[in-house]
């Protein structure tokens, strides 16, 4: 059974900083790409970093460009979402993603989904 677990997210005041991670189980992590999504109230879910299965290539939406850093460890089957300098429109439900290209964003690119984490910016 595949688990995706994240962990990491709660409130922050804008400008700061959180470290999510999803820890996976179930599956052969270093086989499968990477993505983190988030979803904000009355919204749809959308991508925001990819990474590929040894770490070597990433991909990230521009609004969080320059922020964010996607990373992961094979050894540990984690991957890791680093938010700096946090903005209040980044408040959403952080979401990791088990799929087979690092770069793609639409949600069916992906097999597995973890239940997600609460990420709160205020202002």
């Known amino acids: 059974q595949v688990q995706l677990v994240e962990s990491g997210g709660g409130l922050v005041q804008a400008g700061g900083s959180l470290r999510l991670s999803c820890a996976a189980s179930g599956l052969t992590f270093s086989n499968y790409a990477m993505g983190w999504f988030r979803q904000a109230p009355g919204k749809e879910r959308e991508f925001v970093a990819g990474?590929?299965?040894?770490?070597?290539?990433?991909e990230y939406v521009d609004s969080v460009k320059g922020r964010f850093t996607i990373s992961r460890d094979n050894t540990k089957n984690t991957v890791s979402l680093q938010l700096n300098s946090l903005k209040p429109e980044d408040t959403a439900v952080y979401y990791c993603?088990?799929?087979?290209?690092?770069?793609?964003?639409?949600?069916?690119?992906?097999?597995?989904w973890g239940q997600g984490t609460q990420v709160t910016v205020s202002s």
């Open positions: 990474i590929s299965w040894n770490g070597g290539r990433t």
């Open positions: 993603a088990a799929g087979s290209y690092y770069y793609r964003r639409g949600l069916n690119d992906y097999d597995y």
